[in-house]
């Protein structure tokens, strides 16, 4: 079996990546948010020149399979007139930046982001996955989410946090964005070349950096609260999109970093190819693009583990060791290598398996006979 590939880059737009199928165009919406005309513009575009779908990242952006290499300008062109694509690619390979949903008009997190948006070339040099979460909402909603460098409140005020530091330092509004690059030199400076996220630098932060403990995090919202629409596996087919927005009065949608889409403006309790059910097995269910859509599968996952999500609580299925659905430990793991299927019990999919060489066939009867 060969090594799975770790990039250690994301796509974009201007720079996107090879996949199985073509290209992976990823869009970053500003602020996390698209006008009701910008969604019908993407998913135009993206049953256009993509695979009829859109994928939610754990970075709250969209990506685009699919895509071939002589349709990237006309997409690229789309995009821009839609307002969805940055200056330039150094910008958008700077511009990750999560983002607490429930931002209102000109409040603190908005501001933070508009003034983090323009200092994005002021910061040095990052490691290309080094990102942002600006979470100055009420309470933190980001802590599980992957970010570097951390806005968030404490008792003391707004706080600027490492991330794996328990705690950060207190900077006003005008101090935030000057702290930032103070800190992202620091962090660059003192680094090894081994560690390319702050997680694993973190050992090193002085003390001035640790002074304030943000507010606890508020529980994350539901599916079907707050025009919350969970997408299974992270993907929403288009026409499910373009029906949910011709069936309601939304204005505009935010992305959010788990699975899911928050409708801003009235909408239906429920929707085709959306999950508003809290219960859903789906939701607990990670699966990634599997074979033949990425070239490091060599298995079917998604038909697999829709399959088998109500037989098995927490379940990860993984087209290859990668993991690249999931990177926590799941209950059960199901691992593709060499067209046949591993299992890993209470781990990750590189870990070692407890079952190996099997079918779907087996698989089926194995976890269905069970329950
Ligand atoms: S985990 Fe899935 S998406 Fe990631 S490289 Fe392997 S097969 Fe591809």
Redesign the pocket.
Known sequence: MSE?IVRGWCPGALRPMASGDGLVVRVRPRFARLTAAQVLGLCALADRYGDGGLELTNRANLQIYGVAEADHAALIEGLAGLGLLDADAAVEGRRNVLISPFWQEDDLTVRLVAALYDALLDLPKLPPKVGFAVDTGEAPMLARDPADFRFERSDAGLILRADGAAKGRVVSEAQAIPALIELAQLFNDTRTPEQRRVRDWVAELPDDWQRATPLPSSPRIQPGEQGAFAAPFGRIEVADLVSLLTHSDAQAIRVTPWRMLLVEGNCPDAHPGLVTDPADPLLTTSA????PA?P??TVE?RQLARALAPHVPDLHV???A????RVTSAAVTIV?RDGLYDVVQQGC?WDAPSLSGLTAADLSAHFKGRT
């Not at 990634?288 to 074979?291: K, L, S």
């Not at 990668?322 to 659905?325: I, L, N, S």
């Open positions: 799975p990634c693009r599997g074979a990425c490091q599968g996952t993984s087209g290859c990668k993991g690249c659905a593709g999919a």
